[in-house]
């Protein structure tokens, strides 16, 4: 019997089997990925998800991983360009854009080391359930048997098509009705200083400095325009770049390093995000646009107070669903000014109004 079983290693999973274990508890962290892996996302860190790494002891392995420190924002809509630096949060002034495949083994690592037992290629079916309630999971190895692991809790931490909210029947309880697609990729022999948004008419163009001297540029345009999109990747990506013509400039001598990778879904939304012996983290209970680059931030600060309410209920110091009900409500403080200007960004105001909104949620 483990006290908790952590469904998904990622941003949202290990920083809360880590936590969790940190507090002397019997964590079993399982994911149908090895590491390190890449997933499709993004990854550049707030300055707030940075700090979140610097308390738990993680910054350092993060900055000397040859990631570029970022220091400084170039915005830019079109009439009207500024450079500015990175305001300050509390003692950081520099934040990063490391790659999944480096983060991701940083946090699964960590989670390991504070005593977490992990169990990578390992694919969770189902819940089991006593009287109404998660008393643990149905899972298998890659090309094994099913087997039976039982906890006081289950947490999922598995993204945006949770099938542990699925089996635990947790509904989508709120969303919005815009929606965006994206295209993004890798390229290197582009002198880039820090962080770049060029806010256009219907587009956003981000550029993020990475590893390996490479930058990550990303574009998001109406979920509409995903299927023409897709028609001419290459070229259209390459034509929406000429809406950044000093972007575009500097790309003379680019060489793209890997192949470009496009997303159609990117809904905003929130499910009920616990129940009895049961409780949701990460995308999995609240997913968002990736325009403002939240998530893994918002992922960060949720494993901290989901990690406060379960050894709340666990200890016996509150009731489990007091305390699982307090973590959604720290959730939804933390998240409320990113998930309010994500719903003015998606639904592209004018480029004056989005680079306002953007700062203000930002
Ligand atoms: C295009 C794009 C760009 C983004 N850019 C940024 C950005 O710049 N900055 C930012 O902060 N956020 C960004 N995000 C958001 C960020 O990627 C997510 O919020 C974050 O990855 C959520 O982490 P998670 O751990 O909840 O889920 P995930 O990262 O999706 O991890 C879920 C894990 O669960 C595992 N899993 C799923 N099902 C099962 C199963 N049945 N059994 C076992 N394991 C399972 C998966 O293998 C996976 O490892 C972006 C997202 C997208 C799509």
Excluded at 26 to 38: E, G, Q
Excluded at 134 to 152: C, D, Y
Excluded at 318 to 323: D, K, T
Aim: overall charge negative; hydrophobic content about 40%; proline content about 5%.
């Amino acid at each position: 019997m483990y006290d908790a079983i952590v469904v998904g290693a990622r941003c949202a999973g290990s920083p809360t089997a880590m936590l969790l274990a940190r507090k002397g508890y019997r964590v079993l962290l399982v994911d149908r990925a090895t590491f390190p892996s890449d997933t499709m996302s993004t990854h550049a860190l707030r300055a707030q998800g940075t700090k979140k790494l610097k308390d738990w002891g993680l910054l350092d392995r993060v900055a000397n991983s040859g990631c570029p420190p970022i220091r400084q924002a170039h915005f830019d809509i079109g009439v009207a360009q500024m450079t500015v630096p990175m305001p300050p949060f509390e003692d950081i002034d520099a934040t990063y854009c490391p790659r999944r495949t480096v983060l991701d083994k940083i946090l699964v690592d960590a989670a390991v080391e504070a005593g977490a037992e992990l169990r990578e290629a390992f694919t969770f079916d189902d819940l089991t359930w006593k009287d109404g309630r998660a008393t643990g999971i149905v899972g298998h190895a890659r090309g094994g048997e099913k087997v039976t692991e039982e906890a006081r809790i289950v947490i999922g931490a598995d993204g945006l098509h949770s099938q542990v909210a699925k089996a635990a029947g947790a509904p989508i309880v709120k969303q919005a009705d815009h929606a965006t697609c994206g295209y993004y990729g890798y390229f290197s022999g582009v002198p880039c200083e820090g962080f770049e948004f060029y806010f256009r008419e219907g587009c956003y163009i981000l550029v993020f400095p990475t590893h390996d001297g490479q930058v990550c540029i990303a574009m998001e345009r109406p979920q509409g325009e995903f299927k023409a999109f897709r028609e001419d990747v290459e070229g259209n990506f390459m034509r929406t770049l000429e809406l950044a013509p000093g972007l575009h400039a500097r790309m003379a001598n680019a060489k793209r390093e890997e192949k470009l990778i496009g997303i159609g879904e990117l809904p905003n939304q929130f499910r009920q995000t616990f129940g009895p012996g049961w409780a949701l983290i990460g995308d999995a209970s609240y997913h968002r646009d990736a325009i403002l680059g939240s998530g893994i931030t918002d992922a960060w600060y949720e494993a901290d107070y989901l990690a406060e309410a379960v050894d709340a209920g666990l200890s016996g110091a509150q009731p489990m669903e007091a305390a699982l009900a307090r973590y959604e409500q720290r959730r939804d403080e933390f998240v409320a000014g990113t998930w309010a200007a994500t719903l003015k960004l998606v639904q592209f105001p004018p480029p004056q109004e989005a680079i306002g909104i953007w700062t203000g949620g930002g």
